[in-house]
């Protein structure tokens, strides 16, 4: 096999709590992770070595802002295999992104989780998922969750995942503002340890596993929203328009800026995202559904 064609699907949150923060400076969270039906586009191609015997990667994408080198997700993901298991031919890697930049939607983790996929099956490395996960957390902590995809509960660093039962069908409206928001920024204005609210996540499982779509949106809850809503109040004026136009839930996904509405009816979901392309709230705006993965009884 000597080129693939990917998808490398996007998520959100639907529950996103913190529930302190470690000594050692990172954050133990509680998250539920959904994969839905957008994705960005990834082609991997062998080449042939030079005969210098260096180890050849190179990335192009159609955006011109996003690195080609080292700093880009998907190239890290290629050298940590390469450099592993001394593979003796470089690859060219076309990354066409759709899933928006800086969101909150862990783009940049899934490209590099199907960069890991690919790479594992052309080269026939011999990695199961669980070793592919384990080498993913590497490159960050998404990773793994966007090798598994579906719906799971992530605690940890986001690492630990527990798969969930399958979210109620529905319609997602995404909708990015222009602007961008700096993780490092939220979380370092969290002051995790002093929060006195957090999302109830048991709750919005036990509604999952009743398949009940209301009770689900009602348990939503996004701790970060209260540094980055404050910081970028489009964030609430986008919330606002899905559920004046008739969802049954809306939140940020993430650390932002993106947010989703969650619709029972598809002419609704419509509307709204009519509604905020033709605004100016938003500069991206996707419909979409829930990817889920059947599992085994």
Do not use: W
């Amino acid at each position: 096999m000597d080129e693939m064609y990917l998808k490398a699907l996007a998520k959100i949150n639907l529950g996103l709590d913190v529930i302190r923060k470690r000594e050692d400076g990172y954050h133990e969270v509680k998250m539920v992770m959904q994969t839905l039906k957008m994705y960005d586009r990834i082609n991997i191609k062998k080449i042939n070595r030079k005969a210098s015997n260096k180890k050849d990667i190179y990335v192009t994408t159609n955006l011109p802002y996003l690195p080609s080198n080292e700093n880009n997700l998907v190239y890290k993901a290629a050298k940590l295999l390469m450099d592993e298991f001394d593979i003796n031919q470089g690859v060219s890697i076309n990354l066409f992104k759709y899933i928006p930049v800086a969101a909150g939607m862990a783009g940049g983790s899934s490209d590099a989780a199907a960069v890991l996929y690919g790479m594992n099956r052309m080269f026939r490395l011999g990695l199961s998922m669980e070793e592919l996960m384990e080498r993913g957390v590497k490159i960050g902590a998404d990773v793994p969750y966007c090798l598994m995809r579906g719906t799971a509960l992530a605690e940890g660093i986001g690492e630990k995942l527990t798969i969930l039962p399958s979210c109620p069908s529905c319609y997602i409206v995404i909708a990015k503002p222009p602007i961008s928001v700096s993780t490092k920024f939220v979380y370092e204005n969290l002051h995790a340890n002093e929060l006195t609210t957090h999302p109830d996540i048991e709750g919005l499982i036990h509604c999952m596993e009743n398949n009940d779509l209301v009770g689900m949106c009602n348990k939503m809850g996004n701790v970060l929203e209260t540094v980055t809503i404050p910081a970028y109040p489009v964030i609430e004026a986008i919330k606002k328009v899905m559920l004046e136009q008739g969802a049954i839930g809306a939140m940020m996904s993430g650390s932002g800026p993106t947010v989703f509405g969650i619709f029972q009816e598809l002419e609704k979901a419509e509307q709204t995202y009519q509604i905020l392309r033709q605004g100016d709230l938003a500069n991206q705006v996707y419909l979409t559904e829930p990817y889920n993965i059947p599992r085994k009884e």
